[in-house]
């Protein structure tokens, strides 16, 4: 978020400096190197700095000594702490340091946190409440620099008119609806607005669990109820949960805040519940389909676990476009496999296999995907990466052993492709392929492939 600011600030027309107190990522952002990965950002970072508006350095106080800030971004993070709530730590400290500067810039809030937060940090700092703002940030990685430029919304808490008229005079320029509100409302819309895009879906993956008949297809379920304008296609796409570094995090901190306030959160505690139970399909089906045909009889591999069985991971990402690994579904799944006893190799084009490695210590890291599925059981797809969807999946099956199970986390894989195949398929819910769907006939059916 900090770095995406700064450079579409820059290009705002703005005089931009970037604090960055890890001496490794100064030195990449000084060279004009984005040591983020984000689509866009190393191209447009390159630009900003050519402005001569953007620069980065370490200290805050150093900076405004030689020209005083109008406005100060606090970016920092807000790390889930152990009990599930927000670690504030960081806000804290850098609003120690932000708060001694003179002239008194105007403070911004834009990390997460929880409503009442911004109260009491004015409670705690006297005369900060007149020079404050929280704007929250509603940034999706894979397009962070056009959600800032091109913003659903910019939501302003504020206590006073000055507040409200630095948050305008930043915008400048950026067209979209305002809703001016207080700031623990302000904290409140962020928190809402990302616990009700994981309550989709984790509704979705919950509809999944039920389209398993052999004539329900769930692309087609949900590709009819997004179609309604009130509900829409966002986030309705089933997998293994929402992994992104948001929304697990901003859920949990949410049921925590409201835990200690004493108010009910049923909904948001399922949402919540549902989400961690989906990990675990991939691990149910791996049992449920290699279990007992990899044992010596019935049954003795899945009393067993997966301790004969040989398992690709394919893709260690959330997402393509990310390389935030904090909650993406492989921190879950390949640790449990790997305590099942089964041999994982894992590989994910966009992480060389140094830091899949040490992701994962037990697992080989893979340097292709021929080599990742070669005398595999099974095949779980845990990330859409194009090489994986647009891979030749007839020379991968060939390559696999029996059973020859393919596990399509992110449901991503064509069901025509997987049917054609001598594999077997499961998808999170029943995903038909056209000629079984236009002919009347289930997949389950089929002689070689099923989901």
């Known amino acids: 978020m900090g770095l995406t600011g700064a450079v579409a600030l820059t290009h705002q027309g703005h005089q931009v400096t970037g604090i960055e107190q890890d001496p490794g990522r100064l030195r990449l952002l000084r060279e004009g190197r984005a040591p983020v990965f984000e689509p866009g950002l190393p191209e447009q970072l390159s630009a900003a700095g050519a402005t001569g508006?953007?620069?980065?350095?370490?200290?805050?106080?150093?900076?405004?000594?030689?020209t005083p800030f109008d406005i100060v971004?606090?970016?920092?993070?807000?790390?889930?702490?152990?009990?599930?709530?927000?670690?504030?730590?960081?806000?804290?400290?850098?609003?120690?340091?932000?708060?001694?500067?003179?002239?008194?810039?105007?403070?911004?809030?834009k990390s997460t946190?929880?409503?009442?937060?911004?109260?009491?940090?004015?409670?705690?700092?006297?005369?900060?409440?007149?020079?404050?703002?929280?704007?929250?940030?509603?940034?999706?990685?894979?397009?962070?620099?056009?959600?800032?430029?091109?913003?659903?919304?910019?939501?302003?808490?504020?206590?006073?008119?000055?507040?409200?008229?630095?948050?305008?005079?930043?915008?400048?320029?950026?067209?979209?609806?305002?809703?001016?509100?207080?700031?623990?409302?302000?904290?409140?819309?962020?928190?809402?607005?990302?616990?009700?895009?994981?309550?989709?879906i984790s509704f979705a993956n919950e509809v999944a669990g039920m389209c398993c008949g052999p004539d329900i297809d769930i692309d087609h379920v949900m590709q009819g109820v997004g179609f309604d304008p009130r509900i829409g296609h966002a986030f309705l796409q089933p997998g293994l949960g929402y992994g992104d570094s948001c929304l697990p995090k901003d859920t949990n901190a949410l049921a925590h805040w409201a835990g200690t306030e004493g108010l009910a959160t049923p909904l948001l505690r399922a949402t919540i519940a549902v989400n961690d139970a989906q990990a675990g399909l991939a691990i149910q089906i791996l049992r449920t389909e290699l279990g007992a045909?990899?044992?010596?009889?019935?049954?003795?591999?899945?009393?067993?676990?997966?301790?004969?069985?040989?398992?690709?991971v394919l893709g260690v990402r959330y997402e393509p476009w990310s390389d935030d690994l904090r909650a993406a579904p492989s921190r879950t799944v390949v640790p449990a496999l790997l305590a099942q006893g089964a041999r994982v190799r894992v590989w994910d084009p966009g992480t060389d296999t140094g830091t899949t490695a040490g992701l994962f210590p037990g697992a080989r890291a893979a340097a292709g995907l021929p080599d990742a599925?070669?005398?595999?059981?099974?095949?779980?797809?845990?990330?859409?990466?194009?090489q994986a969807i647009e891979a030749d999946w007839r020379g991968l099956a060939a390559l696999l052993a029996e059973p020859r199970l393919i596990i399509d986390g992110k449901n991503c894989l064509s069901p025509e492709q997987m049917h054609d195949l001598p594999v077997r398929y499961r998808s999170v819910g029943t995903r038909l392929p056209a000629s079984a769907v236009h002919s009347g006939v289930s997949r389950r059916a089929g002689p070689r492939t099923e989901a």
Request: aromatic content about 6%; charged content about 20%; glycine content about 10%.
């Open 53 to 66: 508006r953007l620069r980065f350095t370490d200290s805050v106080t150093e900076s405004h000594r030689r």
């Open 373 to 386: 599925v070669e005398g595999a059981h099974a095949a779980v797809v845990l990330t859409e990466w194009p």
């Open 113 to 200: 946190v929880p409503p009442g937060t911004s109260a009491m940090l004015a409670e705690t700092h006297p005369g900060l409440r007149e020079r404050f703002a929280y704007n929250p940030e509603f940034l999706n990685q894979g397009s962070a620099l056009e959600d800032w430029a091109v913003p659903a919304r910019i939501v302003a808490g504020t206590w006073t008119e000055g507040g409200l008229e630095a948050l305008r005079e930043l915008y400048a320029g950026v067209s979209a609806p305002w809703v001016a509100t207080t700031p623990s409302g302000a904290e409140m819309i962020k928190y809402a607005s990302n616990a009700f895009l994981a309550t989709k």
């Open 293 to 312: 045909g990899l044992g010596d009889g019935p049954g003795d591999g899945l009393a067993d676990g997966l301790a004969d069985a040989e398992i690709a």
């Open 73 to 109: 971004l606090v970016t920092v993070g807000t790390p889930p702490a152990a009990d599930g709530s927000a670690d504030l730590t960081q806000v804290d400290a850098v609003l120690e340091e932000v708060l001694r500067l003179l002239p008194a810039p105007c403070v911004v809030l």
